[in-house]
């Protein structure tokens, strides 16, 4: 079991590896990752191919909104210890929070975008449902792991963007 793992001070590589093969050694967590998996891959390629395009302040509350109903989903079905219920009302907080700074404008532009940018919702997101779902034990490692696994996957997305073809965003033509 994962907390075993954790528990017995695994290695920093071991705990990332935990984390991006997670769906495969628990299939059971499939049906919360899988939408967090695709909406954050199709959200990541569309920037790439539209790059005159921008993150708003719309998709940013819409982005927060996914740590709540992330959270709410983890908290109706699933059976959650002491930890896993600190960590999905983290989740459900976070959430909320930064639903409130994006709706009302409460912060700049600037920091909203990045706080709510699809790379570090969806895969914040991914890691708290990794996280209770596989009843990980919380400690500086496993915190380490998924900080690096967090940007890990930011620049992975970032790479991948770099070989995209980006496409002429003009409207005077309707093809």
Known sequence: ????????????????????LAPMRYPE???TVLPIIVGAVVIELYFGK???????????VGNAIVWVTTGLVMYLTTDLGTQEKYATF???????GISYLNF???WSSTVAF????????????YIFVVFVKTDMALN??????????????IGVF????????????????LQ
Do not use: R
């Open 114 to 125: 990045l706080a709510s940018s699809s790379g570090v919702v969806y895969t914040l997101t």
């Open 50 to 60: 539209h790059t005159n395009e921008d993150l708003g302040w719309n998709t940013s």
């Open 29 to 31: 967590i499939l049906p």
């Open 1 to 20: 079991m994962l907390t075993e793992i954790a528990t017995n001070q695994s290695s920093l590589q071991e705990l990332i590896m935990e984390f991006v």
């Open 104 to 106: 009302f404008h409460k």
């Open 140 to 153: 500086t490692t496993v915190m380490k792991a998924a900080g690096i696994f967090l940007l890990g996957v």
């Open 90 to 96: 983290g989740l459900i907080g976070l959430g909320l």
């Open 158 to 173: 970032q790479i991948i963007k770099w070989f995209e073809t980006p496409v002429d965003d003009g409207f005077g033509s």
